[in-house]
């Protein structure tokens, strides 16, 4: 990014942070009236009735008919780190990367982000915010054959004095093979002409929906996390070194199989899941709407059995803000170990004599919640994928293997490479920027 | 790091820059000297001669009976980038860590770093200028049921403050699947005990070093190659933005298959090659040696069928250093595509009417050759591997499609994060900041 951006990024940040022309009540509003206007259907269908994909002949993955988008595939897992050390399941390919690309700019001196309001089948509540661009080159090149998205030409080739930040981030990890989304902001020196589904809110607004359920989608949270550490030259330091070294210590292969060969799960007509009920099913669903980039469509979606749990141990140490990371190995990670929030599990599908470490802290009814919110995963992908975001204050708790208490700031600063910090660790730094130690 | 540390790293490494304590020759003297010392033979034998290597039945993989190591294994690549759409190809899978570690103290108050003589089986000069450790976990283990390294006790768990870069970096990605190794410098507040084959050198010291061809190894280099930002703020910006959209815009899938699908290739007794001799071979040595962690072993090698180029075009903008950065795509990157040198390639295996661009620049007679010097690809893999390192000034080149003239410094910045920068061109950086403009 240019010098003069660079410098002053952080400070714009802080003073975007606390500007919030309107309250969050006209935000929710403005968000019920976008889905008043824009009606649709989600319903779910067999697989036998999902038009446009099928499961493959050869591979028996669950894949559109023209190899566009996704599939659902099998892996077989392999690794020397956790309880499970082998395992089968279904699990979604997308090679494809998504830009997740949000606009900003100067409106009355004080830095603003254009959010869309986007319907995604998989979402509780069917539209929320998302960045000003969510799409894949499957819909930005038009393999939709419907409307290329809005905006999207500002991320195609931008200036480099523009950039305030440009980086591939993983996604969740026993959901998604290898999967990388762009996480990018571009600054512009003036707003675009508006559309109708989008509004241009502060970093405060931004902030202050963190505290409703479900308003910020999971690919704004992300993108806007990569901007925490500003432009600040804090070093990840020590905490790179601890990461880059539980990157190192374990092992992890994740093989590609046929998807009826998912040793413990079963499929009928309608549902691919496991007989015990843990984890998720993959459903199909058809969608009908108005304002997406094609009308109608079907395709699968990944349904989680249960809401997830994504908590933090927090803590300061002589005025420094530190969290309680744990190093997070999943099978759809590039990089084999990210760092993780201290908890993060679906405390419904926890077995009997496997409790993650510190769930029992974070749930006690003596804890010090500083946080404690409901968010939405990506509802492109998944149905009803719901994550309470938990922030505790528990200055002494210790630090067994696998986990080490970190600066905020270095996490933040890991954030701005690759395959560092995860989507839920994010989410939460996300979370934390804007409500913590304010109680 | 340290805030003290990182507030002065900058300045420490270009004090040892400006060092020499002794000459280049004093330093062969003493690489010689050690190599009389330490007798020992590396012959080729047959693959039924590879005394704990076999073809696995199961996967026709040649592996290590015991699964320890890596093994060659087969993989089936798919692409949309570049000439090649789709092939097969022997590949090194190696799921090991690698640790390159180098200590670093102070001695008289400049930056040392100490350097071992290491012999490795496949270097054309037996025994190079290596990091303090170089070991897979199969090594500082124990797996060879030999001496553990000396010094690795330092990399497994090192102070925050004493860590200057900890990183896992890529290795060769047409030879090696998804490999990573830890690329780490810990600075000691004093010289440890010293052990014949092992030798404190200033920065100054390595850059004359690096004017000589195959003294210091593609460990040694890589490591070091991560310290040229030093601890600077410049920040990766415009170089990351277009690396990032290069990462996003191709497609690239690398599936696993059996040794013996490798359509194109053939085997014999002795060699599994093409049939026209392009590209590499695969072998079988047997080793005797004195000063490894084991006395003899036999191991697979990769061999390359001619001697590699990997040329930078470089220019100054308004005094600011530049280098021609080319997106490159490899099948065993993790990351899909990594910045790569202006050229990278076996000039002899190019194919007539698929000249790399750029390759006729970098070898026309007028060319403005700044440095060209032959070194050393990793001597424990890979046998006879040399690559020429060519920098060329060329302030008049164009930026074609896929080609970005980027600053040196943005470029060293981005080689502090995994998966960026390739080891062709970390090797080849390293070099411009010994060696470049000073002619």
């Not at 919640?369 to 009803?384: A, I, L, N, T």
Request: include cysteine; glycine fraction near 8%; hydrophobic fraction near 40%.
């Amino acid at each position: 990014m240019a010098r003069a951006t660079a410098d002053h990024l952080s400070r714009r940040l802080a003073d975007s942070a606390e500007h919030v022309p309107r309250d969050v009540e006209w935000l929710l509003g403005w968000l019920a009236e976008r889905r008043r206007r824009n009606p649709f259907t989600v319903v779910t269908v067999p697989f036998d009735r999902l038009a446009g994909w099928h499961f493959d002949p050869e591979t028996d993955h669950l894949a559109h008919r023209e190899g566009r988008f996704f599939a659902v595939e099998g892996v077989d897992v392999r690794t020397d780190h956790g309880g499970a050390r082998h395992w089968r399941q279904p699990i979604v390919n997308q090679q494809d990367v998504a830009i997740l690309g949000i606009l900003a700019t100067r409106i009355d001196g004080v830095l603003h982000f254009l959010m869309q309001a986007k319907m995604e089948p998989g979402n509780v509540n069917v539209v929320q915010l998302s960045p000003t661009v969510q799409a894949t080159s499957s819909n930005y090149l038009r393999a939709h054959r419907g409307a290329a998205s809005r905006y999207v030409e500002h991320f195609l080739d931008p200036e480099p004095g523009s950039v305030l930040v440009d980086v591939l981030q993983s996604e969740q990890g026993s959901w998604f093979r290898g999967k990388r989304n762009r996480n990018v902001v571009v600054e512009l020196p003036g707003p675009p002409p508006a559309h109708d589904d989008f509004v241009w809110l502060t970093l405060g607004q931004l902030h202050a929906s963190l505290a409703v359920p479900n308003v910020v989608n999971m690919d704004a949270r992300t993108v806007l996390s990569c901007l925490l550490a500003g432009a600040s030259a804090a070093c990840p330091g020590a905490a790179g070194s601890w990461l880059t070294r539980h990157k190192s210590a374990h092992f992890l292969t994740t093989t590609p199989i046929r998807l009826d060969r998912v040793t413990g799960w079963r499929r009928d007509g309608e549902r691919i899941s496991r007989p015990d009920g843990r984890f998720f099913g993959i459903v199909g669903v058809r969608v009908e709407a108005t304002n997406r980039e094609v009308g109608s469509w079907c395709q699968p979606l990944l349904e989680p059995a249960s809401p997830g749990l994504a908590a933090f141990l927090v803590r300061c140490r002589e005025g420094v803000p530190q969290v309680l990371a744990r190093a997070d190995l999943r099978p759809g990670y590039r990089d084999v170990v990210e760092l993780g929030p201290t908890v993060q599990c679906a405390p419904a599908s926890v077995a009997d004599g496997s409790r993650p470490r510190f769930l029992d802290d974070v749930l006690a009814p003596g804890a010090d919640v500083r946080y404690d919110v409901v968010q939405s995963e990506e509802g492109g992908r998944f149905r009803h994928a719901v994550t309470r975001h938990v922030l505790v204050e528990a200055p002494d708790a210790p630090e067994p293997p696998g986990f080490r208490w970190l600066d905020v700031a270095a996490v933040a600063a890991l954030a701005r490479s690759s395959y560092q910090v995860d989507i839920e660790a994010r989410s939460l730094l996300l979370c934390l920027s804007a409500h913590y130690p304010a109680r």
